[in-house]
């Protein structure tokens, strides 16, 4: 594997375990009494959405939706498309997206809006990465891992070609 482009750990697994935690905690508390449906992004959230429901201690039902990515390139394409959409009715429930990172804004801003017209009880967002200077629409992010520069990130599920998913901690390509 070409390692040799990754750069060092910005921040470790433990880290993000610990993160999760307390964020798992916070959703307990904020969702008390209530049932929640957690909807995983594919494929960058996978890692995330693991440590996030194994805190939440809640009735809840998981799901996934795919959505098109940067594919090889490092730029969005501001175009959003639904590649896997969702297999469970959402329908009067409170919804929490799980996302790997939120850059432009314009994936959840789409995302979000696509899930209120299902009539959810609610819809949050709960991303491992927030990249502020990235953002180009306006979007509220309700719970957020940890704030990133505007560097490509990979690993932890996020992927430069489909490739750095793996690496157990998250980093950023070099130019
Ligand atoms: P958006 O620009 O719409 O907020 O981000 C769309 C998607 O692009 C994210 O969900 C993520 O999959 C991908 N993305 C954005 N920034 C990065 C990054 O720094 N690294 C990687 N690997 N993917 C990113
Ligand atoms: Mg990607
Ligand atoms: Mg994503």
Request: hydrophobic content about 40%.
């Given at each position: ?10 921040i ?19 969702y ?31 799901d ?41 804004g ?6 979000k ?21 990235g ?11 940890f ?14 070609d489909?490739r ?12």
């Open positions: 594997m070409a390692r040799d482009v990754v750069g060092e750990i910005m470790t697994q433990e880290q993000i375990n610990e993160r999760a935690r307390q964020i798992g905690a916070q959703i307990t508390e904020d008390k009494g209530e049932e929640v449906v957690l909807i995983g992004i594919l494929r960058g959230a996978v890692l995330w959405m693991g440590d996030i429901m194994k805190n939440v201690d809640l009735d809840m039902i998981i996934f939706m795919a959505v098109s990515s940067y594919g090889a390139s490092t730029k969005s394409s501001g175009v959003v498309k639904i590649i896997k959409d969702l297999d469970s009715d959402i329908e009067g429930k409170h919804v929490i997206i799980v996302e790997d990172i939120v850059d432009s314009t994936t959840l801003n789409y995302l809006h696509y899930l209120q017209n299902r009539n959810t009880k609610s819809v949050r967002i709960c991303t491992l990465l927030n990249k502020p200077e953002r180009r629409v306006d979007i509220d992010v309700d719970y957020i891992g704030e990133v520069e505007d560097k490509f990130i990979v690993g932890y599920g996020l992927d430069f489909q750095y998913r793996n690496l157990p901690y998250i980093s950023f390509l070099k130019d």
